[in-house]
Nanobody
Framework: LQLVESGGALVQPGGSLNLSCVAS????????VGWFRQAPGKEREEVSC????????RYEESVKDRFTISRENAKNTVFLQMNSLKLEDTGVYYC?????????????????????WGSGTQVTVSA
């Protein structure tokens, strides 16, 4: 059972990246999926979350209107499109899943409540 993130890179301010989170060994369809990031010296924070069917989404205030989360359950993949990147977006980006046992399109319960994590992908925004 594994989550694998990809798409992180070094990018200039104002640039774009599209992160991917692919699940293997289990079906992503039954899970809410969150993207979290951790900057050096800071706690891990939720950036965005999408419910199991994609009906509900949530964004951290600083990324609203710049980041878009989406999912393709048929491909067992969740994406995070990041536009207009800023220096403060730098960090390791992790995807994590939360089992929606009742199938009611719940959003992520916070980092401590997530069931499984990927190993992260580095995003560096620098001039």
């Amino acid at each position: 059972l594994q989550l694998v993130e990809s798409g992180g890179a070094l990018v200039q301010p104002g640039g774009s990246l599209n992160l991917s989170c692919v699940a293997s060994g289990f079906t992503l369809h039954y899970y809410a999926v969150g993207w979290f990031r951790q900057a050096p010296g800071k706690e891990r924070e939720e950036v965005s979350c999408i419910s199991m069917r994609g009906v509900n989404t949530r964004y951290e205030e600083s990324v609203k209107d710049r980041f878009t989360i989406s999912r393709e359950n048929a491909k067992n993949t969740v994406f995070l499109q990041m536009n207009s990147l800023k220096l403060e977006d730098t960090g390791v980006y992790y995807c994590a899943v939360y089992a929606d046992h009742h199938g009611i399109d719940r959003l992520c319960p916070g980092a401590d409540g997530m069931n499984r994590w990927g190993s992260g992908t580095q995003v560096t925004v620098s001039a």
